[in-house]
């Protein structure tokens, strides 16, 4: 994939934020929702490249845009797969809260696991700790690895976790095992990224999430150097039969590294919607608005962070409705 793909892609998470920033704490989710993606989509068009969604916004019939099988693009350039959570943190931004993303990776036409769109088991850590966790493994043996690669002991591990019902058995033995917990209200794309940065003071992400989303972080560990583990958890029949059809006969399956993105050419890009602790909300400041976004190539494990103020008299009305 050429370079400078890295920057178009950043144009369309930038767009995609600056559209869903003006609906926080407006208690409208669907709202900031299309917001970002109808930006996203707009943008998509202008760059160079022939691009297919394998994770976007729903199946052809659920979703006007952005839907799995959407070609994107001038179709003159590089074949990619796109995957695409125009919104990461929907929730947060109708509630006025920390931590939405938007967010875009592409990859080499057929590198991306296409993902359906149900719960994934996750286990995530950064370059000291990758190769040495496996998701099969009890909690305390992961937390063991993790403190022993970071040279560090279990009671000063962190981990990141989804505040949910469903990880009361997983919370009890993180603490059992004496390590600490910072919990998430949503958001784990970034809670993935956070526990393989330096810095951030978490070490491991733990838990279930969204499929999509698995797919999406370990894009964005694979620039890092970090790990992600991941395994489908159908809820229902028709979500066994999904993961059926996509050739996962074992649904208890591992779906590691190169399972979720193959090879190392692919860029990952995020902006900051509200702000967080990896990047920057938003800003509005009269026809000034800032924007703050983390892009990354696999290839290079380059790490870029870009600040920019958008002169907003000047961009499509749409994108910019104040
Ligand atoms: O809210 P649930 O059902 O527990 O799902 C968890 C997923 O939802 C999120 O917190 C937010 O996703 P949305 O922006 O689509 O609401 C993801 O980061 C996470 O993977």
Not at 122 to 145: C, F, M, R, T, W
Not at 159 to 175: F, G, N, P, S, Y
Not at 206 to 229: D, F, N, R
Not at 250 to 275: H, P, Q, W, Y
Request: contains cysteine.
């Amino acid at each position: 994939m050429e370079r400078s793909l890295t920057m178009e892609i950043v144009r369309v998470t930038e767009a995609a934020a600056l559209a869903s920033a003006r609906w926080n704490g407006k208690g409208k989710k669907e709202e900031a929702d299309d917001a970002a993606t109808t930006a996203m989509r707009e943008v998509f068009d202008t760059i160079p490249m022939d691009g297919v969604v394998v994770i976007g916004e729903g199946e052809m019939d659920e979703a006007p845009m952005l839907y799995i099988g959407e070609k994107l693009g001038t179709g003159n350039g590089p074949s990619v797969d796109i995957a695409v959570d125009p919104l990461e943190g929907t929730n947060i931004v109708a509630s006025g809260s920390w931590n939405a993303l938007t967010v875009v990776a592409i990859a080499d036409r057929g590198n991306l696991l296409h993902a359906p769109d149900m719960y994934m088991d996750k286990i995530a850590v950064g370059p000291e700790a990758a190769g040495q966790v496996d998701i099969n493994a009890s909690v305390y043996d992961n937390l063991k690895a993790v403190a022993k690669a970071k040279n560090k002991d279990i009671t000063d591990v962190v981990v990141t976790v989804l505040k949910r019902e469903r990880h009361e058995k997983l919370v009890q033995e993180i603490r059992d095992a004496g390590a600490m917990i910072k919990f998430i209200s949503d958001g784990d794309v970034a809670g993935a990224i956070n526990a393989a940065m330096r810095g951030t003071g978490v070490d491991m992400l733990l838990g279930q999430g969204g499929a999509p989303e698995g797919v999406l972080a370990a894009v964005a560990l694979k620039c890092l150097g970090g790990e992600l583990q991941g395994r489908l958890a159908p809820q229902t029949e028709e979500e066994i039969e999904r993961c059926k059809a996509m050739g996962i006969d074992d649904t208890n399956s591992v779906l590691r590294m190169e399972d979720l993105v193959k090879g190392d050419d692919a860029i990952f890009a995020a902006t900051g919607v509200t702000t967080g602790e990896l990047l920057k909300g938003v800003r509005f400041d009269g026809p000034i608005a800032e924007t703050e976004t983390l892009v990354m190539r696999a290839k290079t494990g380059t790490l870029r962070y870009i600040q920019a103020k958008h002169n907003l008299n000047k961009k499509p009305n749409l994108v910019m409705k104040r």
